[in-house]
């Protein structure tokens, strides 16, 4: 009799989470394992996240996770799922629950937990008596039948008018966008489901936007945290387990990027003075300043990912430099002389350059305007075209430089990306992909 074999492959697709990367701004914290506290049982608090890479709006979109709005039944504000384009924009505390007034064009839905009528605080929002969800733009919290009231309240729970009782309830905002259907559920309820055109009816037509959740307490207060289940937010890259072969990844587009100031949130290094970070805050009101009355002074700005440059911008205060060069370098050692002038009268000045994947770019000053002062600058933009950053470059990698990459190891690899981002600098995402060429012959 013949021996008879079977071969018989054994393909493994183990994947694991990753967390989302999100950025706390006000009185926020990262509790861990991707649960945040937005605000403190404290009045007058305002808590919010907003996840490092902006959403594609041509793009469908879903976030789940679990909301806890705190055990004081007679507490207060909320949490709002917001969708904005200005960098960690915040609104009204209280009654605003950290969304009302955020300047600009926005989308929220608010999961509110306190009615604001007259008599029971400083905002008459014409809040139902029930905790409610409502969808709403433009940072408009008023529920008054106008134009940026997107639905009408409906009760937050299908059957609790109060949600206050310290226990976690699940909740999902998702979007389709072949339909222009939004859902939103909570506690296993569909509690929102509509037609809507985000895109164009709020933004305008603009693809890209921030997304995040902010919550305020006021005149009452609750602990509120909100956890987020990663696997289902705008853009994650999981760990990946294989025979062997390929893996694709996409990766978020960086076209939005390409009006966008770059150094914004960066690092920062200089050679002397204080507030060197101030040059990257956005902040016309914040500056760095150097020693005062020694020549030659330095600002470097450490972009994070190659950058093709096309233009820099510096704000000078009144102690300017009228003498200085525009550097750029490949490793923050060696410098490059891109741009120079003897004749600087201050003010604001937009140098075009081009200059190809350089990370790092200073400002060197050799003569001062005032020579008892130093050098004094209120803001450092960088302007141009990012790249992202692949580690290790070994040529498992088909386009380093693409949206889409496929990464064929041979053997079990733990890769990083450096993701240039608009709103706090750069994201870092590390993955692995482990080979096992598991097989077994059997006779």
């Known amino acids: 009799m013949k021996g008879s074999y079977s071969l018989i492959f054994i393909v493994l697709f183990c994947i694991q989470t990753a967390w989302a990367q999100f950025e706390i701004n006000g009185d926020a914290v990262d509790l861990g394992g991707n649960t945040y506290r937005l605000t403190e049982a404290i009045n007058s608090q305002f808590g919010a996240i907003w996840y490092k890479v902006q ?44 969304y009302a007034g955020i300047p600009g064009q926005s989308f929220g839905v608010e999961f509110d937990t306190y009615q604001n009528i007259v008599g029971t605080g400083a905002e008459d929002n014409n809040d139902p008596v029930f905790d409610h969800i409502a969808v709403e733009k433009n940072g408009d919290v008023v529920h008054d039948a106008s134009a940026d009231d997107i639905t009408a309240p409906v009760q937050m729970h299908p059957t609790l008018t109060n949600v206050k009782d310290g226990n976690w309830y699940d909740f999902e905002v998702s979007y389709t966008v072949s339909t222009n259907n ?111 009355g020694v020549d030659p002074q330095w600002i470097a700005i450490d972009l994070q990912a190659p950058v093709d ?40 000045n937009t140098i075009p350059l081009s200059v190809q994947n350089v990370r790092y770019v200073r400002m060197y000053g050799t003569v001062r305007a005032l020579p008892l002062y130093g050098y004094s600058i209120w803001e450092f933009e960088v302007y141009g075209t990012p790249n992202y950053l692949w580690s290790p470059n070994d040529g498992t990698i088909d386009d380093i430089y693409g949206e889409t990459v496929t990464i064929t190891p041979t053997s079990t690899q733990t890769y990083s990306v450096l993701i240039p981002d608009a709103c706090v600098g750069s994201s870092l995402y590390e993955f692995q992909i482990a080979v096992n060429s598991i097989f077994q012959f059997l006779r």
């Open 55 to 98: 959403h594609d709006l041509t793009t469908d979109f879903t976030v789940t996770g679990q909301m806890n709005f705190g055990s004081d039944a007679t507490g207060a504000d909320g949490i709002v799922f917001v969708m904005q384009q200005n960098c960690l924009s915040t609104g009204n505390i209280g009654g605003g629950l950290g």
């Open 182 to 292: 939004l859902r939103v559920v909570f506690d296993g309820s569909e509690r929102v489901n509509i037609t809507y055109d985000i895109q164009n009816n709020v933004f305008a037509g603009d693809q890209f936007v921030f997304w995040g959740f902010t919550s305020t307490t006021g005149g009452f207060n609750n602990e509120q945290q909100i956890f987020i289940d990663a696997v289902n937010s705008t853009f994650v890259i999981n760990d990946y387990d294989i025979c062997s072969g390929s893996v694709s990844i996409s990766l978020p587009s960086l076209s939005a990027l390409a009006s966008t100031n770059l150094a914004l949130g960066n690092p920062v290094t200089a050679s002397s003075g204080t507030g060197e970070g101030n040059v990257v805050d956005a902040n016309l009101g914040t500056r760095w300043e150097s020693v005062w």
């Open 309 to 348: 440059i096309t233009s820099v911008v510096l704000v000078w205060e009144g102690a300017y430099a009228t003498a200085y060069e525009i550097q750029t370098s490949t490793d923050g050692i060696a410098w490059t002389t891109q741009y120079s002038t003897t004749t600087n009268t201050g003010g604001t």
